[in-house]
């Protein structure tokens, strides 16, 4: 056997190969030292990471500061705000799934809408264009509906900060 088995050595430090591939690994490790000393090195960082973890303990009183913190936080954000955030978080996480599981048919339907508006944009323009007193009536009203939708986003921003 020429080809040392790098990748797999990692996998049979850790015992997760098959009985056939431990074997050709275990032939080669008898007459190849580079791969034998790769194998003790892996060996011993594991038990390296194994004393680091087995030393970490948690503060025996960290779940009552992490549930009392939550508590406090529930509570100072307890207004009528809060109510209205979940309810738009719940309805982004639904948007989300519906996207994340109707996705091709949501591009569609959005691909349809939007010729749809330009199809509207370009007659409401020529019906426009040709009627000066229309731009007169839909500009104020574009204008209006931007700076609502500003406003109301705003809003939405302001009541979902922390
Ligand atoms: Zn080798």
Known sequence: MNEHPTESLSAYVDQEL?????????AHLLHCASCASLVDELIDMRSEIAGFYS???APPDLEFKVLSALDGRLAKSAGTSTGLTAVSLVALAALIVLIVMYGATFFKLFSIALQFSLTAAYVLSNVASSIPAVWGAVLPLCAAIF???GLSLR???RSTAP
């Open 18 to 26: 098959e009985a056939e591939e431990r074997r050709r690994i275990e």
């Open 55 to 57: 030393q970490l303990t």
């Open 147 to 149: 700076v609502l939708s």
């Open 155 to 157: 809003r939405i921003l």
